[in-house]
Structure formats: C-alpha cells, structure tokens
C-alpha cells in the first residue's frame, strides 16, 4: 500500500525486452534506497512493482506484459514518480492507494491557473463513475484532490510544491497518466450493488 505523497522523481534508465515482457533498471539516486529490500514493493507512476535487484542508487522491476497493457509509461526512457510502500507507523498524507492502476487517462488541459497549474484529464469512461468532486484520484502515483467534473472529464490543482518535487512537470496536452480511483468509491459501489441483489433475492 502506497499513500500517493511522492519521495522521490527517479528516471526509468533503461529497458530490456523479456520475451513479450520486460526489464526495468531505474535510477533512484534521490530516493532512500537503504531500508529497501529484494522483493520490497515500490511504487513507479503509480504502479506497484516489485525490486528484483537493487544497488545503492538503482533498483531493477520485472514488469509482466499484463501490467504494460493496461498502464502507460513503463516501457520507455522518462522521469518517473517514485514512492516505498507505506509501513504502519507512517503518516498517511494523502490517501490508500494499492498501486493497482484502474485505466489510462488522456491530458486534455494543462495550463497556469495563478502559482497553480490547472490540470484537466479525460478518464475512461468505465471509472468516471468513481471521480467525484472533492474526492481523491491517484495520477501517475500522485495523490491529488479532484476540483471539479464534466462527463468524463476531472481537473486537479497542482500546488508549485508538488510541481516541484513531482514528474507531472513533464505533461502537456495529450498525455497519457496512469489513474486509480479511490478504493473507497468502489466498495461503496459493491456494498450498495449487494444490497440491492440481496433484496431482488
């Protein structure tokens, strides 16, 4: 489990092809690398993987053809978002986030709105459901609160501080991010589904 508060921007260094898989080596100088083990997860874009191999200052993540068909941005060289999973004593700063990517979302606005860059993103329609105002919404790893909807169409304000420390700096009108929704919303959705088959039983 990861909360979405990013420690570090690492750069995905290199990519080796494994059959229709393939192999990661990331450079994760800026991250905290000491209390991280072979098998440990870390979250990269918002997608969970796990450290296979590890130095000081990189870490390597077997990524299944799987987990590349249904995320974006892990098959190439780029600037990428970086967090250790969440232990129990941690402040939860942002939100639960599994790491488990729900869909792909296409940027459809990016642009300044005063110190703030306004941040508009088309989902999938299949998880629009789930985005509501004022909830939260994880991109690319980065928890963010959603300020407003239209259809299938959320905004976010980036605050300078996450513009900063985060690889979000990078988008611009027609990338695509990594989205999980906040888990909550679907087990609220599961709940309310079991109840209304429970009284249709």
């Not at 489990?1 to 290199?14: D, L, P, S, Y």
């Not at 450079?27 to 450290?51: F, W």
């Not at 990524?63 to 232990?87: F, I």
Request: aromatic fraction near 4%.
């Amino acid at each position: 489990m990861f909360t979405g508060i990013i420690q570090a921007v690492g750069r995905i260094e290199k990519v080796d092809t494994l059959g229709s898989d393939v192999k990661l080596t990331i450079d994760a100088t800026a991250l905290n690398l000491g209390d991280v083990a072979i098998g440990d997860s870390i979250c990269v874009n918002g997608v969970c993987l796990t450290a296979v191999s590890l130095s000081p200052s990189h870490f390597q993540a077997h990524v299944s053809r799987e987990t590349l068909n249904c995320t974006v941005g892990l098959d190439n060289v780029k600037p990428v978002n970086l967090e250790k999973a969440l232990r129990f004593s941690d402040r939860l700063g942002g939100h639960i986030v599994s790491g488990h990517v729900d869909g792909v979302g296409q940027v459809v606005r990016f642009e300044p709105a005063g110190d703030c860059m306004l941040l508009a993103v088309r989902a999938p329609h299949a998880i629009s459901r789930y985005i509501a105002i004022k909830g939260s919404i994880t991109i690319d790893g980065v928890s963010l609160t959603v300020n407003s909807v239209d259809g299938d169409v959320f905004s976010v304000n980036l605050i300078p501080h996450t513009i900063e420390v985060t690889a979000l700096k990078s988008l611009g009108v027609g990338s695509r991010v990594n989205l999980e929704v906040d888990m909550i919303a679907r087990y609220v959705e599961r709940m309310a589904q079991w109840k209304t088959e429970g009284e249709s039983a």
